[in-house]
């Protein structure tokens, strides 16, 4: 998998990219993930000033689509993209069916909303898909770039130790993920449930599913009514 990210502040996601899991992926040359300064596809070839003032007169900047433009044709001239995604608070809600999707793919752009956001003419022509990571406002799409990168690599074949660990997270089967207990099993009195030491494997998966659907039940009902 390649995901080429267009941005106005690549610094901002050098650490998050090259950390844990999504740097031990592009070690093993599972993900490659590229990082793109919308800046050096600017026409002011001085300022590189990719943003200007709103028709209409209203506050903050609005990053300008010929820029956008010339970065994404750039990248298409190279190869052809499954999705060209733009990070946006009012995008499709992401979720872990969606990461499971996009894990499947085998080239991705993500473009990082910024300022006051982007010329619309970019979303009505130019992406093909857009993601919001949650119902609030960022200073811009960068960490949500980063968060899709990790929830998408993880899920790819040998990205992490146990390929098991994945399928039984949070929210693959619209569950939550039950508790889980280590050493010692006994600490100031608190014990680990007894079904855990047990050693009664089919009891312990009984055990483990009741407690997902309970923690649910409790914390996500939306979760079991989606599930309807």
């Not at 300064?37 to 002011?44: A, G, K, V």
């Not at 898909?129 to 799409?141: A, F, P, Q, R, W």
């Not at 280590?182 to 030491?197: F, I, Q, S």
Request: charged share 25%; aromatic share 6%; with cysteine.
């Amino acid at each position: 998998m390649r995901i080429d990210i267009i941005t106005v502040l690549p610094e901002l996601l050098e650490s998050p990219l090259n950390c844990s899991i999504l740097k031990r992926a592009q070690d093993k040359n599972l993900a490659e993930i590229v990082v793109h300064n919308l800046r050096d596809y600017s026409t002011d070839v001085r300022h590189r000033r990719v943003d200007d003032y709103p028709f209409g007169g209203s506050a903050g900047m609005v990053i300008q689509i010929e820029p956008v433009d010339r970065a994404i044709s750039a990248l298409k001239s190279e190869r052809k993209y499954d999705e060209v995604i733009y990070t946006s608070p009012d995008g499709e809600m992401f979720n872990q069916p969606m990461a499971n999707g996009l894990s499947m793919a085998e080239n991705l752009i993500i473009l990082c909303g910024h300022y006051k956001g982007i010329d619309y003419r970019i979303r009505e022509h130019l992406i093909t898909k857009e993601i919001s990571i949650g119902d609030y406002v960022l200073t811009g799409g960068e960490l949500a770039a980063a968060v899709i990168c990790d929830s998408i690599i993880r899920l790819i074949p040998g990205a992490i130790g146990d390929e098991q660990s994945a399928l039984s997270d949070s929210f693959q089967d619209n569950l939550l993920a039950p508790p889980v207990y280590t050493r010692p099993a006994e600490y100031k009195g608190w014990r680990v449930p007894d079904v855990l030491l047990s050693g009664h494997q089919r009891k312990i998966d009984e055990w483990l599913h009741e407690q997902s659907v309970e923690r649910t039940k409790r914390l996500r009902p939306n979760l079991l009514d989606d599930d309807m």
